[in-house]
């Protein structure tokens, strides 16, 4: 994964980028006057640099006490406070942001935040209305505009602002999701009905639209068509949870809260379904920033720890998802999926014994779940228990049943647990199996293909399984050289030095690609680059069997056919 820097966010908040030392009044720092608060600084950098959001905000908080007056330190302090959950902390930086930068767009957001926890909805609209507007953060501002009017009971100002948001552009779920939920908190269920159910048409599959239309009908005493709602949700694995507590409140005859019961919720709420939109690696720091604010308003709002959990691992910080992952109550109907996703991020920062000690606990006392399986399968293959990961993936499929149109992760994994457990006719299976499914995934045509090369079968269907797998994950050095082994096994030489020469710069260091690029050489002529090849391939400390291979090539000259 690409380290991703802390740069976009500050540009996107128009707090400049992180290049320069420092800005004083446009002045260059000068750190030979300031040796303490330049270490802590150069410190902070380096911890924003890797997503250490905490030793970031106390570092440029140090940086900031001994040179007060600096603009630069101040607004990465106030940043990285927000981004690390101290929100309270970080309002009270943003009032000195904004003194010298009065429309500083994040400072302005966070104290409008604050002013709805505190239910200041007037408070938080004149922080909003004094903000500039980005083309991202605007969209952000008029949602939580909508929430303040209505907290204040300005309704005709929220429908305002929400028609505000439609006219955005593919945006309209968003805004009809929160008409709905400021009707329905305004108790005026016709407009919220209506808007309930556009949503629901328009982006049904989102947990938190099921969840709120679905407590609507429960509410509304439609018990009838609260249970057939729920009825379609069961199929859907991210939706069942969410069917099964509300049937079993309608079976018991319990009467649900509202998903939002408040304006600062419903602010909440808008923060959560802008961050959860943002799912690249280049949007990470902004959606965690975003989630934080969210957290504040509203600090039971788990799938919003879900989302940041998941942020975290995207950014490579699984301490920090594992800790949030553990913040969900134990009544959360989210908590089991939780305790997967902990398990795997300890396997993950190596700690695999403890992951498949907690796995296994989970599988005993949810025997039925198919995700606990597929990641005890996982954290066993991890350590290379080949054996265990495929008896794992057994059980995991077992429970499939016959709903397996999306399952070919799992046919693949265990594919790949049985050919390292040296049962090939099983694996094979299991990856024609999972082509069938999903045809069109490079790493299961890869990995068939290839095998069939070394194994110098089926080669003719075997360069075009490669061929398709590289045609989709051009730029995967891997599947590369497997297309370079499969001509170079079927004698086109030419073409295997020149696939394999690009797979080289695609995966540069690996013992395998080089030697087969040193043979490809050797067939072609090119003797002294075919040793230099393997030569290299030798110090990239290939398995014991590859380096005596390797060694024999060096000494006899001769490349495998």
Known sequence: MQKIGPTIVLVLFGLGGCASVGQNSGQPWQPSSQAESFGDYLSARL?????????????YGASLATDPDNADILGHAFLYSAASGDIDGAAKLARRLVKSDPDNRAARLALAVEALKNGDYAGARTEITQSAKGPFTGLTLVLLD??????????????????????????????????????????????????????????????????????FLEREKRADAARAYYSKLESDAALAPIAAQGLARIAGGQKPDRLVKSADQGAAEALFGIAASL????????????????????????????????????????????????????????????????????????????????????????PGDVTAWTALGDAYRNEEKYSEAAAAYDRAVALLGSDKANAWPLFYARAIAEERSHR??????????????????????????????????NLPQALTMLEKARSLSPFDGYIADSVGWAYYKVGRYQDAVKVLENAILLVPGDSTVNAHLGDAYWRIGRKLDAQFQWSHALAFNPDPSEKV???????SGNSEK
């Open 47 to 59: 911890a924003a640099s890797d997503h250490n959001m905490a030793d970031a905000a106390k570092l």
């Open 424 to 457: 090939w006719d099983a694996a094979e299976g299991d990856l024609k199996h999972a082509l069938q499914l999903s045809p069109d995934q490079p790493q299961v045509l890869n990995y068939l293909g290839y095998s069939w090369v070394d194994q110098g079968r």
């Open 549 to 555: 291979t390797l060694e024999r090539k060096l000494q």
């Open 279 to 366: 799912n690249d690696e280049n949007s990470a720091d902004i959606a965690v920033l975003y989630l934080r604010l969210a957290l504040y308003l509203s600090p039971d709002l788990d799938l919003a720890k879900i989302v940041l959990a998941d942020r975290f691992e995207a950014l490579g910080k699984y301490e920090d998802a594992i800790e949030v992952y553990g913040s969900l109550d134990k009544d959360s109907p989210y908590r089991s999926a939780a305790a997967v996703q902990i398990a795997l991020d300890q396997s993950r920062l190596g700690q695999n014994d403890q992951a498949v000690s907690e796995l296994q606990a989970l599988t005993r006392g949810t």
């Open 146 to 215: 909508a929430w303040a009017a209505a907290g204040a009971g300005d309704m005709a100002s929220a429908d305002s602002d929400i028609a505000q948001v439609i006219k955005e552009g593919g945006t309209q779920t968003l805004g009809d999701f929160h008409r709905a939920l400021i009707h329905d908190l305004a108790d005026q269920s016709d407009v919220a009905d209506v808007s309930y159910r556009a949503a629901v048409a328009s982006g049904g599959t989102s947990p938190r639209i099921a969840e709120a239309y679905g407590r």
